[in-house]
């Protein structure tokens, strides 16, 4: 049975890169000179686009923090696993929402810190539902991420102990 300060740091640091990937990746959506495939010529519009593989990017996201988080602990139950890996899951929306509040603020320091705290603190008030709604996202995926990473290992260590 693994620690709890050892679970706590295996979902800290499969947290850390879900959200390194999920604002890798929403960087790159909205980076200029993006090659979008479709232009609003073909008929859909490049919101529609950008939408849709945001929804991806949240999927991959979560399913890579779900397995992250299995691949990291150590051999446990079944449970604890898909626990672990919602946790994780919820870390990167958590931390997402740091992240976004710290770079407000950042950028925002360089003109007035006063104004800046005050735009802080309503953008952080004004966002929050979105970054909610993304941190179940990422959940939800997560635990898909992390149960079938779980499967997978049972079902590897299965055929490995037919084979011995």
């Given at each position: 049975m693994a620690?709890?300060?050892?679970?706590?740091?295996?979902?800290l640091i499969s947290?850390?890169?879900?959200?390194?990937?999920?604002?890798?990746?929403?960087?790159?959506?909205t980076a200029n000179g993006w090659p979008f495939p479709l232009s609003e010529n073909d008929g859909v519009p490049q919101g529609?686009?950008?939408?849709?593989?945001?929804?991806v990017l949240l999927a991959a996201t979560g399913v890579l923090t779900g397995?992250?988080?299995i691949i990291l602990a150590p051999p446990c139950d079944f449970?604890?696993?898909?626990?672990?890996?919602?946790?994780?899951?919820?870390?990167?929306?958590?931390l997402s929402f740091l992240v976004t509040v710290a770079m407000t603020f950042i950028y925002l320091s360089g003109d007035n810190l006063s104004a800046a705290v005050e735009d802080m603190f309503t953008t952080a008030f004004s966002v929050a539902p979105l970054f909610v709604l993304i941190a179940i996202v990422v959940m939800l995926f997560s635990i898909i991420g992390g149960t079938a990473c779980k499967l997978t290992l049972i079902a590897a260590g299965k055929i490995?102990?037919?084979?011995?």
């Open positions: 620690t709890v300060s050892s679970s706590r740091r295996d979902v947290g850390i890169i879900g959200t390194i990937v999920l604002l890798a990746g929403f960087y790159l959506l529609f686009f950008l939408a849709f593989m945001g929804i397995a992250v988080s449970t604890p696993s898909v626990l672990r890996s919602w946790m994780a899951g919820a870390m990167v929306g958590v490995r102990a037919k084979k011995v």
